[in-house]
Nanobody, 116 residues
Framework: QVQLVESGGGLVQPGGSLRLSCAAS????????MGWYRQAPGKERELVAT???????NYADSVKGRFTISTDNAKDTLYLHMHSLKPDDTAAYYC??????????WGKGTLVTVSS
């Protein structure tokens, strides 16, 4: 089992920055990929960015060049550095991990609102 707790969301003006964090605990040795997803009101949940245990990253086209995904050295904290935020980035952001055996775990989400 892996437990995930997101933090760092809030209200930010367009053009601003935020850093989201996701603290992982439990069987973190089994994690081989981590990622951020988001869900805006009335829309489907969508991938934002992923990172593998080997450090390979993948980004949605809508956030390339503005968002950066990273982990700490212990790989028990996942980050999402968000810059040049737009109103379209407003959503609940969820942390996800996938284990080597194919199990997936989700956090409860943190809300990001981009508005003037």
């Amino acid at each position: 089992q892996v437990q995930l707790v997101e933090s760092g969301g809030g209200l930010v003006q367009p053009g601003g920055s935020l850093r989201l964090s996701c603290a992982a605990s439990g069987s973190i040795f089994s994690i081989n990929a981590m990622g951020w997803y988001r869900q805006a009101p009335g829309k489907e949940r969508e991938l934002v960015a992923t990172i593998t245990s080997g450090g390979s990253t993948n980004y949605a086209d809508s956030v390339k060049g503005r968002f950066t995904i990273s982990t700490d050295n212990a790989k028990d904290t996942l980050y999402l550095h968000m810059h040049s935020l737009k109103p379209d980035d407003t959503a609940a952001y969820y942390c996800n991990v996938r284990t080597a055996s194919g199990l997936g775990y989700w956090g409860k989400g943190t809300l990001v609102t981009v508005s003037s």
